[in-house]
């Protein structure tokens, strides 16, 4: 896959969503984690009631006073609200949340998170899983919101 300007790829495109359905609240990046040690290949892994799943890691963005992202905070109950639900839901599946000065594109609306499923060392059996118990929970969990 090419990364490069893999964001602000991303960014054009979820604007012109955004312009054609101004209603979305919700964004979510989801993809797998790039973290390695040296030449290994990290496989996060949840042992579930299904089977061996890839841990997630849900990625909150922060503002480093730049005023770059003014609904951070909104982001980061979000996403605080999805961890501990899938948590709940399937204990072990998350990864710690990450909460750190990068953006990832945050700034397009007060619910934008970035859900990493698995690393490039899981199986995609182990990340498909993984998508899926999360996949159902975070329905769960949005259906929550709108009542």
Not at 53 to 59: F, L, P, T
Not at 85 to 109: A, S
Request: glycine residues 8%; negative net charge.
């Amino acid at each position: 896959p090419l990364y490069e300007n893999s964001y602000s790829r991303s960014r054009e495109r979820i604007e012109q969503i955004l312009s054609e359905y101004p209603s979305i609240k919700i964004v979510l990046d989801i993809h797998r984690d790039g973290i390695s040690d040296g030449d290994a290949r990290i496989a996060p892994i949840a042992e579930t009631d299904s089977g061996t799943a890839a841990q997630i890691m849900i990625i909150c963005g922060c503002d480093d006073g730049s005023g770059i992202l003014p609904d951070y905070m909104k982001n980061l109950r979000f996403a605080i609200y999805l961890q501990q639900g899938i948590e709940r839901d399937t204990p072990g599946l998350t990864r710690p949340l990450l909460f750190d000065y990068r953006f990832y594109n945050q700034d397009l609306t007060a619910g934008s998170l970035v859900i990493e499923i698995g690393a490039l060392g899981n199986s995609r059996e182990q990340a498909v899983l993984s998508a899926r118990i999360a996949g159902e929970s975070v329905a769960s969990l949005l259906k929550e919101l709108m009542i």
